[in-house]
């Protein structure tokens, strides 16, 4: 009997040093858990105040490189006002309203100047006008008053010259037996200028040996083909300086998408990412044993699995040293939540909107 209940003993006695060794190796566990947690939390907050403080040395830079920029603008627009305030070629100002609704009003009723020649000297007029609005434009904000009206303007512009060289081509068609070639009997014209180049053919002597012509001084050859040969046929090729057909396609301007501020950080920390809350007795640079308690457990949010971990570690903690100090052989099993089963994470993604 003595010895059985020796050998009982015995055994108690080493469940007791197991149970006691395993409470000891668990609040060693929770006990580097939590320092690893606050590790992380400190360096969560060094890494967000280092950013604040470069967002706003990027802000501080951004705001001079603004007012710079703003300077530049003024002082173009005060050369720009001068300028058209000296200048005395007959045009109108391009952004008063009253100015160029007259000019295209007028040209556009105007059928006395219908030859090419005409057309080709009052067209590098109104695509002056169109370079002048073009300049404007650029130095322009996107969300300018009257940006919709200038490209309105440059547009119109735009439309009235093809019609006026549509109408000179006509007119020149109508009489092409006065410009008709003397070695070949067909008509082939080139008008140039620094604005605009046309080149016209037409099909006069329907003559099947010409199968082809070269417009040398463009350098343009196109081939005449058998069933034309015999027919009222004309080919005209029109350069100008500027792209008029690309604004008129849908995809020309880009898809205007929400502004937002790239250099705006929220009061609060970033979205989805822990809050932590200290505590009074909390010390920088404490020992973790001795300011174990760094959290508020009040705030933290039961809902967030690494704040609820992190609840659950000081709770372990807590159970351990209220145990030594009582002294009493009370067994705590502490189940395990399944939140606290997955990996602690060890990176924290820092996102500024």
Same mark, same amino acid.
């Given at each position: 009997?003595?010895?059985?209940?020796?050998?009982?003993?015995?055994?108690?006695?080493?469940?007791?040093?197991?149970?006691? %060794?395993?409470?000891?190796?668990?609040?060693?566990?929770?006990?580097?858990?939590?320092?690893?947690?606050?590790?992380?939390? *400190?360096?969560?907050?060094?890494?967000?105040?280092?950013?604040?403080? $470069?967002?706003?040395?990027?802000?501080?830079?951004?705001?001079?490189?603004?007012?710079?920029?703003?300077?530049?603008?003024?002082?173009?627009?005060?050369?720009?006002?001068?300028?058209?305030?000296?200048?005395?070629?007959?045009?109108?100002?391009?952004?008063?309203?009253?100015?160029?609704?007259?000019?295209?009003?007028?040209?556009?009723?105007?059928?006395?100047?219908?030859?090419?020649?005409?057309?080709?000297?009052?067209?590098?007029?109104?695509?002056?006008?169109?370079?002048?609005?073009?300049?404007?434009?650029?130095?322009?904000?996107?969300?300018?008053?009257?940006?919709?009206?200038?490209?309105?303007?440059?547009?119109?512009?735009?439309?009235?010259?093809? $019609?006026?060289?549509?109408?000179?081509?006509?007119?020149?068609?109508?009489?092409?037996?006065?410009?008709?070639?003397?070695?070949?009997?067909?008509?082939?014209?080139?008008?140039?200028?620094?604005?605009?180049?046309?080149?016209?053919?037409?099909?006069?002597?329907?003559?099947?040996?010409?199968? $082809?012509?070269?417009?040398? %001084?463009?350098?343009?050859?196109?081939?005449?083909?058998?069933?034309?040969?015999?027919?009222?046929?004309?080919?005209?090729?029109?350069?100008?300086?500027? *792209?008029?057909?690309?604004?008129?396609?849908?995809?020309?301007?880009?898809?205007?998408?929400? %502004?937002?501020?790239?250099?705006?950080?929220?009061?609060?920390?970033?979205?989805?990412?822990?809050?932590?809350?200290?505590?009074?007795?909390?010390?920088?640079?404490?020992?973790?044993?001795?300011?174990?308690?760094?959290?508020?457990?009040?705030?933290?949010?039961? %809902?967030?699995?690494?704040?609820?971990?992190?609840?659950?570690?000081?709770?372990?903690?807590?159970?351990?040293?209220?145990?030594?100090?009582?002294?009493?052989?009370?067994?705590?099993?502490?189940?395990?939540?399944?939140?606290?089963?997955?990996?602690?994470?060890?990176?924290?993604?820092?996102?500024?909107?």
């Amino acid at each position: 009997m003595r010895k059985d209940k020796k050998k009982e003993d015995e055994l108690k006695k080493q469940e007791e040093e197991k149970r006691i %060794n395993d409470e000891r190796e668990a609040a060693k566990l929770a006990a580097e858990r939590l320092v690893e947690l606050k590790r992380q939390r *400190d360096k969560y907050n060094n890494e967000l105040l280092f950013r604040s403080s $470069e967002l706003a040395e990027t802000r501080e830079l951004l705001t001079i490189f603004r007012d710079a920029l703003e300077k530049i603008r003024r002082e173009r627009v005060d050369q720009y006002t001068w300028y058209r305030y000296l200048i005395c070629d007959g045009l109108p100002n391009p952004i008063i309203e009253k100015e160029i609704n007259t000019y295209i009003s007028l040209w556009r009723m105007d059928h006395s100047r219908m030859s090419m020649e005409d057309v080709m000297i009052d067209s590098v007029n109104s695509l002056k006008l169109i370079d002048e609005l073009r300049s404007l434009i650029a130095d322009l904000n996107e969300d300018h008053s009257e940006l919709e009206r200038y490209h309105g303007v440059m547009q119109e512009l735009r439309e009235l010259v093809q $019609e006026k060289v549509n109408g000179a081509c006509v007119e020149t068609l109508t009489k092409a037996s006065h410009f008709a070639d003397p070695v070949t009997g067909n008509l082939q014209k080139y008008w140039h200028n620094d604005w605009l180049s046309l080149c016209i053919w037409a099909n006069l002597s329907k003559n099947p040996r010409i199968k $082809e012509y070269t417009f040398e %001084n463009v350098g343009i050859t196109f081939s005449i083909s058998q069933s034309l040969t015999h027919t009222d046929c004309a080919f005209r090729i029109l350069f100008m300086k500027f *792209d008029t057909y690309s604004v008129l396609s849908p995809s020309f301007k880009p898809q205007q998408i929400e %502004n937002y501020d790239l250099g705006r950080i929220s009061s609060s920390p970033v979205d989805n990412q822990p809050t932590f809350k200290l505590s009074k007795n909390y010390k920088q640079n404490g020992d973790a044993n001795e300011n174990i308690d760094v959290f508020d457990r009040e705030n933290m949010d039961k %809902n967030d699995p690494i704040q609820h971990e992190m609840r659950t570690t000081l709770n372990l903690f807590s159970a351990y040293s209220d145990d030594q100090q009582d002294k009493e052989e009370v067994e705590v099993i502490i189940e395990e939540p399944e939140e606290d089963r997955a990996t602690t994470p060890r990176k924290f993604i820092y996102l500024f909107i």
